[in-house]
């Protein structure tokens, strides 16, 4: 089934586990996070950003909303990162329940007023909107992009954001970073903004960059509120790994020999994050 975000993420708080929003770049990715996501009965969200929407165009949609219309597991299509009205209008055309804006490098009120207009678009055909407060670090491995300098949302001014713009969730920074992070760097989440902000924020929260972190601070942001984790570079790494040594013993070049292996890293993965954020079997709750 295909619902929205809201949808999605209100028995997150209640029963204390958050959802991942897997970043798909083509077919066999839809492949991983589906399969994956009925054959555990978790509920999932399949998430792309604008230039992965360029290059599967807007065609493809059609084929992914078909596939999940008809699963028993419910299913969000989500737009990752949208940075303007025309992102997120082309994604409500496509079929998507559930759409970012990300003015998180605007002034404040610039933010707020961009935030709001989305809302108002979105929400009048029933779509769901995620806004982002605060910067997300960049470790240069994704496209994802991000900052150098990370800066952290201001649980006061996230109290104010949601109130005035209306949105469903909101993206928080807490230290995290796109990509993976490489081996002298350790990433520290800052819990005590997480805690705060989620006293005074009643909707779900979401975490950007989640690949990578340390499973103990991922398991215990979703005990303060984090519905909704997004993860990209983890599955993709694993992924291209594995398509790089079948490559590199075979001759062959039929896709249908050479992508199993990687669809099953890559639902490796996502199996293992799933667990983490406690959605595993989770369906029912549907």
């Known amino acids: 089934m295909l619902i929205s975000m809201h949808e999605m993420l209100k028995p997150t ?33 399949i998430s792309i950003h604008p230039s992965e929407l360029e290059f599967v165009t807007d ?65 009048a055909v029933g779509i769901s909107v995620e806004g982002e407060l605060g910067t997300i670090g960049d470790t240069g491995t994704t496209i994802e992009g991000g900052v150098s300098k990370v800066i952290y949302t201001d649980p006061v001014q996230a109290e104010d954001f949601v109130n005035r713009t209306g949105i469903d969730t909101l993206a928080v920074a807490i230290g995290t970073a796109h990509g993976i992070y490489p081996k002298d760097l350790k990433p520290e989440l800052q819990m005590h903004i997480l805690r705060d902000i989620s006293r005074r924020v009643s909707i779900p929260l979401v975490l ?16 303060l ?10 599955m993709k790494f694993a992924y291209f790994k594995k398509a790089r040594e079948v490559l590199s013993r075979e001759t062959w070049w039929d896709p249908n020999a050479i992508y199993p292996e990687p669809i099953n890293a890559a639902k490796e993965v996502i199996r293992y994050k799933m667990a983490l954020f406690g959605s595993t079997g989770k369906a029912l709750l549907y």
Not at 25 to 45: G, L, N, Q, W
Not at 208 to 223: Q, Y
Not at 225 to 234: A, L, P, T
């Open 208 to 223: 950007h960059g989640g690949s990578a972190n340390p499973d103990t601070e991922i398991a215990e942001a979703v005990t």
């Open 59 to 123: 065609a493809f949609f059609a084929y992914v909303r078909e596939r999940t219309l008809r699963s028993p597991v419910p299913f969000v299509i989500h737009l990752d990162h949208g940075a303007s009205i025309a992102h997120v209008q082309r994604a409500i055309q496509c079929g998507f329940t559930s759409v970012m804006i990300d003015g998180s490098l605007l002034p404040y009120e610039d933010n707020v007023a961009l935030t709001s207009e989305v809302v108002k678009l979105a929400h």
């Open 13 to 45: 708080r209640e029963h204390r586990f958050a959802i991942g929003a897997f970043n798909v770049a083509d077919s066999c990715f839809i492949r991983a996070v589906v399969e994956e996501a009925e054959a555990t009965h978790t509920p999932a969200i």
């Open 225 to 234: 509120g984090v519905g909704k984790i997004n993860i990209s570079s983890d």
